[in-house]
């Protein structure tokens, strides 16, 4: 049996849909028995589907695709494969209807129930956030998946509150749809630019995944680029540093947050790596250094940091305090960035977190100290040096001692020279010498001669 549908819209578009029923003579069983076959084409793709049907090859007809007679194997072909036509076509409308574009591959998928892809927001973004549950501890963590459950709650308050709905196809997405979402966290969420950022991203990386399974032929918001936010400095300045290591504080706890932030600021760690450093982790020289070598948290590279004077009296200051084998009992970033709060007005200083200890390290304790980028790539435990050049920046005093370099071994090298072609110039004082035509190739020459001519006239 075949079944044959033609589409055809507005844009002059054939799109042709065939269900076929067949057997393999070519392969028969012992007992003479075939297995009943179905092939769907949809347009110029093609899908064959394999039943556990056996078909009597004398009762086959091959032009009507069905089984003549009334014998019991005839009756059980026919109404099986009524029964799975009748499927095949209702998976095709409803494909058809949810995407707009069927395949005979999406057809198949859906039949056998493997592989099923949703169609909605909503169910796409749990699948995505299932899924990112099992890899926890594996190779994701939990504070991320964190974002993106915080960001599906944020979608559900979205829909129902502006489109009275619990959950949209994902072929009715567009721009219109990810800009209205923008300005909700703008303005009914009063959400500051980063934080609107990395929620957009979140969708648009959750939207794509419905594009790599097929289930949309293009994304929706690939033209759509979130807005940036200006980057603030991103470490201490100077003096600001200067002042957060004298000032007296009074209170243990905020003592111990701002020990913290100094001991990352002249080792270069984040603040996984420094809660989970351990004795293990602290080994020495053959000089007799203390060092840190660690693998990272975030990226599992080793981090290999020589510890300054600093830290070590950081280190020696609360060995009597440890409970473990971790050498700082950490708190929580939570509560650090409370303590923050209340450090900034003891110091005088806009703002703090702890993330700019490790901005500090590259830019004040390393680079401006003339440690080489390459150098500081390995401390900071860095794949590429791209990296390491967003957390080492040049201040400027950086560059003012670099330019006194730079004076002190071109001074006396160069001087300047005037002739009636070139007024003002550059001359090196060991190859060039002034009133020497043999040796200043611009004093010789016909140019030159009616030059001097012209100026006596």
Not at 36 to 48: E, G, H, K, N, W
């Amino acid at each position: 049996m075949e079944t044959k549908e033609i589409l055809k819209g507005r844009s002059k578009h054939r799109s042709t849909f065939a269900v076929m029923f067949y057997i393999n003579r070519t392969k028969t069983k012992k007992d003479g028995m075939c297995q009943l076959l179905c092939r769907v084409t949809i347009d110029t793709s093609v899908a064959q589907i394999g039943t556990k049907i056996m078909v009597d090859p004398s009762v086959w007809d091959g032009k009507a695709g069905r089984a003549t007679g009334k014998s019991k194997n005839a009756v059980t072909v026919n109404r099986a494969i009524d029964k799975l036509a009748g499927e095949i076509n209702a998976h095709y409308r409803e494909l058809r209807a949810s995407l707009g574009f069927v395949t005979a591959e999406l057809v198949k998928n859906a039949l056998k129930g493997i592989c099923k892809k949703q169609t909605t927001l909503m169910k796409l973004f749990q699948e995505h956030n299932d899924e990112f549950q099992k890899r926890v501890g594996v190779d994701r963590v939990q504070a991320t998946l964190g974002h993106y459950v915080r960001t599906y709650e944020l979608l559900k308050i979205f829909l129902r509150e502006k489109y009275d709905t619990e959950d949209v196809t994902l072929r009715s997405l567009s721009l219109a749809f990810i800009d209205a979402f923008d300005l909700f966290l703008r303005q009914d969420r009063l959400m500051a630019q980063h934080t609107v950022s990395g929620h957009l991203i979140n969708l648009k990386k959750t939207v794509r995944r419905s594009v790599s399974q097929g289930t949309l032929i293009r994304d929706p918001f690939v033209t759509f680029v979130p807005e940036q936010p200006e980057r603030k400095c991103r470490h201490l300045k100077a003096e600001e540093l200067d002042r957060l290591m004298n000032v007296h504080i009074d209170s243990k706890s905020l003592r111990h947050t701002r020990d913290m932030f100094i001991f990352s600021t002249f080792t270069g760690l984040a603040y996984a790596d420094l809660f989970n450093l351990s004795e293990e982790h602290l080994k020495t020289g053959v000089d007799g250094s203390l060092w840190i070598k660690i693998n990272r948290q975030k990226t599992k590279t080793e981090c290999n940091i020589r510890l300054l004077e600093i830290p070590c009296q950081i280190i020696g200051k609360y060995r009597p305090e440890r409970t473990s084998r971790k050498i700082f009992n950490v708190k929580t970033l939570a509560a650090m960035c409370r303590h923050f709060r209340k450090i900034e007005k003891m110091c005088g200083i806009e703002r703090i977190t702890f993330h700019m200890a490790r901005h500090n390290f590259g830019t004040h304790i390393t680079l401006s100290q003339g440690v080489p980028i390459e150098t500081v790539s390995r401390m900071m435990g860095h794949s590429s040096i791209t990296t390491t050049q967003i957390y080492a920046r040049i201040t400027n005093t950086k560059v003012n001692e670099d330019m006194k370099n730079l004076s002190g071994n071109v001074n006396g090298k160069y001087s300047l020279y005037e002739d009636e072609l070139m007024p003002v110039g550059i001359r090196n004082t060991d190859n060039f010498r002034l009133n020497d035509n043999t040796v200043n190739p611009f004093k010789t020459g016909r140019n030159y001669e009616k030059g001097k001519n012209r100026n006596k006239k």
